[in-house]
């Protein structure tokens, strides 16, 4: 299982683009890029998955460049409600297990 | 779509009782569900991997005969941990992937145990 690397905090404010990059330099061939958000208390929610290139939804946006060594998830103007610890995974499409990293604090400001 | 629940949602227990967690999948079979552990301003970490029908695999380090784990249904696996310290306090995740399909894995709420 490819191992990640994220920012541990990130301070933003109300309105702002935020871009959490992770770095996963062992990524193999079948490997999906993962998001997923977590407040306090609860369980993790899913964001966003991708392969390569680029993937939008409804709340974000996944950019994968070509080597696919490190993607990052892009919030369009965040709000107070997206304070959140961002965690990044990796892991192949029928694996099954996910190994969470540390995950990236993310503090929004008003 | 792909609710997954956990009962109890906090648990009070003493010291050397065990107690059971409940992970159920509301709205899907789950052929594979997952626990996992979190300490406070840590991150979750994997405990077992529950399949329906057979034995759990235990991530190295979690000992399967505290945590036992029960997978009897397509839609519930249970999380007993026998003979509880303080030290096994933390808030317990299951999450569970939909029979046949990929990656997707759906999270339940939590359970907050916390032994006196």
């Known amino acids: 299982l490819a191992k990640t690397t994220q920012p541990i905090s990130m301070d933003s404010y109300e309105g702002q683009e935020v871009n959490i990059t992770c770095s996963h330099n062992n990524i193999a061939t079948n490997d999906y890029i993962t998001w997923y958000q977590q407040f306090p208390s609860q369980g993790p929610r899913f964001i966003i998955q991708g392969y390569k290139t680029k993937v939008t939804n409804e709340v974000a946006s996944l950019f994968i460049p070509a080597d696919r060594k490190s993607s990052t998830l892009s919030l369009p103007r965040v709000s107070l409600s997206d304070t959140a610890v961002y965690y990044c995974l990796v892991g192949d499409t029928f694996g099954g297990k996910l190994i969470f990293g540390q995950g990236t604090e993310l503090s929004v400001k008003p | 779509g792909a609710v997954v629940s956990q009962h109890p949602s906090w648990v009070i227990c003493k010291s050397g009782t065990s107690v059971k967690i409940e992970c159920r999948s509301l709205?899907?079979?789950?052929?594979?569900m997952f626990w996992y552990r979190q300490f406070p301003k840590q991150s979750l970490m994997l405990m077992a991997t529950?399949?329906?029908?057979?034995?759990?695999?235990?991530e190295q380090g979690v000992e399967k005969d505290k945590f036992l784990i029960n997978h009897a249904s397509l839609t519930l696996s249970t999380l007993t941990v026998t003979s509880a310290h303080p030290e096994d306090s933390s808030f317990y995740i299951c999450?569970?992937?939909?029979?046949?399909?990929?990656?997707?894995?759906?999270f339940g709420p939590g359970t907050r145990l916390t032994v006196t």
């Open positions: 529950s399949n329906e029908g057979s034995k759990a695999t235990y």
């Open positions: 709205d899907f079979q789950a052929t594979t």
């Open positions: 999450s569970a992937r939909i029979a046949g399909e990929t990656y997707e894995q759906y």
